[in-house]
């Protein structure tokens, strides 16, 4: 791989890393100078908007959302004159919480857009598809498409 693929595979990779370990300040520094969406939902860009909008949707056990978030198939395109790169992934997220056994919960894809700046590369967009929806009970407040209310805890 180029140190251009390893940077931004670093980038896909750490999102969820940081996800899985709670981290949502940290995953939304990723998005300091991009865009944060999924399909047919309003964007969010910055950090601040992003670390709202994981706050409020994403439910957590102790600090953790007690998921795996398993990226493959990731594809990564650079136009190294432009300073540009797209990468195309498939994502799994699995959960296990005290009565609710290990399963997947949501599959889809990530559609990423990066630019680098002074020699660094960053994320500029990604946009999130949802290919199959499992039981989300545990993992997200509210459902796919239905706006969230407050948020919780399950500490």
């Given at each position: 791989?180029?140190?251009?693929?390893?940077?931004?595979?670093?980038?896909?990779?750490?999102?969820?890393?940081?996800?899985?370990?709670?981290?949502?300040?940290?995953?939304?520094?990723?998005?300091?100078?991009?865009?944060?969406?999924?399909?047919?939902?309003?964007?969010?860009?910055?950090?601040?908007?992003?670390?709202?909008?994981?706050?409020?949707?994403?439910?957590?056990y102790?600090?953790?959302?007690?998921?795996?978030?398993?990226?493959?198939?990731?594809?990564?395109?650079?136009?190294?004159?432009r300073?540009?790169?797209?990468a195309?992934?498939?994502?799994?997220?699995?959960?296990?919480?005290?009565?609710?056994?290990?399963?997947?919960?949501?599959?889809?894809?990530?559609?990423?857009?990066?630019?680098?700046?002074?020699?660094?590369?960053?994320?500029?967009?990604?946009?999130?598809?949802?290919?199959?929806?499992?039981?989300?009970?545990?993992?997200?407040?509210?459902?796919?498409?239905?706006?969230?209310?407050?948020?919780?805890?399950?500490?």
């Amino acid at each position: 791989m180029s140190i251009g693929r390893d940077a931004i595979a670093t980038l896909i990779f750490s999102y969820a890393e940081m996800l899985d370990a709670g981290d949502f300040a940290g995953v939304a520094q990723l998005f300091a100078h991009a865009t944060y969406r999924t399909e047919g939902r309003p964007p969010h860009r910055g950090t601040d908007e992003v670390l709202a909008v994981l706050k409020q949707m994403v439910a957590v056990y102790g600090g953790i959302p007690r998921t795996k978030h398993v990226t493959t198939n990731t594809m990564i395109e650079i136009d190294e004159a432009r300073g540009s790169a797209t990468a195309r992934s498939y994502f799994t997220v699995f959960q296990a919480v005290e009565s609710f056994p290990l399963q997947a919960v949501i599959a889809g894809r990530y559609h990423d857009c990066f630019v680098c700046v002074e020699g660094v590369w960053r994320f500029s967009d990604r946009l999130i598809f949802v290919d199959l929806v499992g039981d989300l009970s545990h993992h997200l407040q509210g459902t796919i498409g239905q706006p969230r209310t407050k948020p919780i805890s399950r500490e």
